[in-house]
């Protein structure tokens, strides 16, 4: 390949791409300081309660919080305990200083449906966001948004829509597909007349995103089923899809940080070429994970997902 051809911004990409592969400056196993515990928030938004999940270091570097995906919840995802091994992201990133805080959207968790029975992009958009307020009263502080798969939607959004308390968005398992706008309903509110499906969740589907062998135990994924379908045993239903046609790189003011597994089918290369420029803030970073999919933040890339998001973190302290 040749340099010269590349342009200023796909060049930076290329180097910090170069980098991941050869290896990371930072592990997140570096620390051995003990878990720290699981704390249980409520916030109200618009009179509906959110369950947010805290744990909290002393001394703490800075803040950061985490949104789930389309199908399960955050404890699942973010908090995995499995004897014998070290996979949970909140405690991956507690060992390396920051303050880490999880929240269940509407109809996730240990956070209730609402009258409706659907969730919506603008209404978790402005859940989030409720709950960045919430957090940076307490702790006088703004916060770093980590958002996975649909969770990275939802994260793009809210930083479009209420950016005050965000300092940055991490973006992982991108499914954008600009290319391919959701169509308006035929007349206002006829997906409420519909019914929620309320499907039940299954252990295929929760096993269904590790792809690539030999990067997680069978142990760890077999605890992974079981957790995930005692904490969302059915489906989450959304509606009003086509509020995700709001999203626009070029209205994202904040820093962005675009992780992309490897392997990952969600996330489409050619599609983040093209967003990933337009993303208006220079402050921004695009890394590939060697050897990761879609699940790659419970695999082998754990450690240098946490890595390189805490390097783009200290990076902007600079």
């Known amino acids: 390949m040749s340099y010269k051809r590349l342009s200023p911004t796909l060049m930076s990409v290329f180097f910090v791409l170069l980098s991941m592969t050869n290896g990371c400056t930072a592990s997140a196993s570096e620390s051995s300081a003990p878990r720290t515990s699981l704390k249980k928030h409520i916030v109200m938004s618009d009179g509906h309660p959110i369950a947010l999940w805290e744990k909290s270091v002393a001394n703490s570097k800075g803040q950061i919080i985490f949104h789930h995906g389309r199908t399960w919840s955050s404890l699942p995802d973010f908090d995995l305990q499995v004897p014998g091994e070290d996979l949970s992201l909140m405690d991956g990133f507690n060992k390396m200083g920051y303050t880490v805080w999880a929240i269940d959207a509407r109809g ?93 969740n299954t252990a295929k589907n929760a096993a269904s995103d590790f792809i690539v062998p030999n990067s997680i135990s069978q142990l760890a994924i077999d605890e992974y089923v079981r957790h995930a379908l005692a904490a969302d045993p059915i489906r ?8 995700w046609n709001q999203l626009a790189a070029g209205r994202v003011t904040v820093p962005v940080l675009l992780l992309q597994a490897e392997f990952d089918p969600l996330a489409n290369t050619s599609v983040h070429a093209n967003v990933f420029p337009a993303f208006s803030n220079p402050n921004k970073q695009w890394i590939i994970l060697a050897g990761g999919d879609h699940a790659a933040l419970l695999e082998t890339p754990r450690n240098r997902l946490i890595a390189s998001t805490v390097s783009f973190i200290e990076w902007l302290k600079k």
């Open 108 to 200: 996730y968790g240990d956070t209730p449906r609402d009258s409706s029975g659907w969730n919506s992009p603008d209404k978790a958009a402005k859940d989030l966001s409720l709950v960045l307020d919430w957090i940076s009263v307490k702790t006088g502080k703004k916060i770093h948004v980590w958002g996975w798969s649909l969770g990275s939607m939802i994260t793009q959004l809210a930083a479009q829509k209420y950016p005050k308390n965000i300092l940055s968005i991490i973006l992982f398992g991108y499914p954008i597909r600009p290319e391919a706008p959701f169509p308006e309903s035929a007349s206002v509110g006829v997906e409420d007349l519909v019914a929620p499906l309320r499907a039940q």
């Open 236 to 243: 989450a239903d959304w509606n009003k899809m086509h509020e």
